[in-house]
């Protein structure tokens, strides 16, 4: 069974940093490329970042580059996102999602992690 | 403004068929493939549908098409345990980005 398991989220001030984590199991990580999508409160999704299979191909939205880096672990099969520089507009939950490699769309998705950038 | 757009509600009654719509450009889903999303009460998602496969486990009232650059989500049989956000995405290439649309809220009366 797929599962994805997303840690580190928590309250932090503008201007803080937090380092999500993610842990894969029940299938070969290291043979799927991997989002991570954040939901705003009361918002709808959005796409925030994605990383190939083996971290060649590495992709940011507009609103976060140059902040967040993703990466990831594929001895560990975990997926990471080190986030600086957070500010109140971070605020959401975060998800950890699996990419089908022949389509370029989600098949799984974490249950998420709370970020809460406040002072 | 959301790359993909989608409409804002629909409603259908209990054994009825509903379709949502998607739409985007030839940069996105005029060249891959969609993803169809649901939301249950703002629990984590839950993918229906990925290009023209049901994932296991969901219904096989759920299906999805694609015409040019307008994919849609037809659920045939609406069930009250359908009611629920539904969110469409798909990679654009011209953005080097995912993109997903604004939502559809469906309402099972």
């Known amino acids: ?119 | 403004q959301s790359a993909l757009t989608q409409e804002a509600s629909v409603s259908g009654t209990v054994g009825q068929k509903v379709t949502l719509s998607c739409t985007g450009n030839s940069n996105n889903i005029g060249s891959y493939a969609v993803g169809w999303y649901q939301q249950i009460s703002h629990g984590a998602p839950k993918t229906v549908m990925f290009g023209n496969s049901l994932p296991s486990g969901i219904p096989d009232r759920f299906s999805g098409s694609k015409s040019g650059t307008t994919a849609s989500l037809t659920i045939s049989g609406l069930q009250p345990e359908d009611e629920a956000d539904y969110y469409c995405s798909t990679w654009d290439y011209s953005l080097s980005a995912h993109v997903f649309g604004g939502g559809t809220k469906l309402t099972v009366l």
């Open chain 1, 1 to 119: 069974e797929v599962q994805l398991v997303e840690s580190g989220g928590g309250l932090v001030k503008p201007g803080g940093s937090l380092r999500l984590s993610c842990a894969a199991s029940g299938f070969t990580f290291s043979s799927y490329s991997m989002n991570w999508v954040r939901q705003a409160p009361g918002k709808g999704l959005e796409w925030v970042s994605s990383i190939s299979s083996s971290s060649s191909y590495i992709y940011y939205a507009d609103s976060v580059k140059g902040r967040f880096t993703i990466s990831r672990d594929n001895a560990k099969n975990s997926l990471y996102l080190q986030m600086n520089s957070l500010r109140a507009e971070d605020t959401a939950v975060y998800y950890c999602a699996r990419v089908v490699n022949t389509a370029m769309v989600v098949d799984y998705w974490g249950q998420g992690t709370l970020v809460t950038v406040s002072s």
